[in-house]
């Protein structure tokens, strides 16, 4: 089971953070604070997989994000990987060679795709084009997108003040 999943920054920075497990505020900082120690201090060509307290984090770094998860000691790290590399590949096709400022401008979007992808800690839908195709057909704009109604009510206001 995959306990959480996050991007981080060269800089150290979080870009996103799933956790697919209870945790308190303070525990979850202090793991985010040392894991990003751990995996922003290792060299390229060592392993991306480490042992923290009792998990596994695997890690993969894709131009200036590194995308990092932690699953349960018994789990196969390779297929956490691709799970890693099948998030990215679907961030790419949507967003078109996806960068990091895409994922901060656009956080719901990239939490949408983790969420298509990965529910409770288990992969769900392994598909690259039915991923797509739900995020795709979500609307995202639904306040951005006034009813006549309340534009007539917003106008209303706005003549008040």
Not at 60 to 65: F, G, M, Q, V
Request: aromatic share 12%; with cysteine; proline share 2%.
């Amino acid at each position: 089971m995959i306990n959480y999943v996050m991007l981080v920054s060269r800089q150290g920075k979080v870009r996103l953070a799933k956790w697919f497990q209870t945790l308190p505020s303070k525990t979850k900082t202090k793991i985010v604070k040392d894991v990003t120690q751990l995996v922003l201090a290792r060299r390229t060509r060592m392993c991306n997989f480490l042992e923290y307290k009792d998990t596994k984090i695997i890690y993969r770094r894709y131009a200036s994000l590194f995308f990092v998860c932690s699953i349960s000691t018994s789990d196969n790290e390779l297929i956490t990987l691709e799970v890693i590399h099948r998030y990215v590949e679907v961030l790419d096709r949507y967003f078109g060679n996806v960068c990091e400022l895409d994922l901060i401008f656009n956080f719901q979007k990239a939490y949408a795709i983790l969420d298509e992808l990965i529910i409770a800690g288990e992969l769900q839908e392994s598909s690259k084009k039915a991923v797509l195709r739900i995020v795709r057909s979500l609307t995202f704009s639904t306040i951005a997108q006034p009813t006549p109604e309340t534009e007539t009510y917003q106008l209303a206001i706005c003549s008040y003040l």
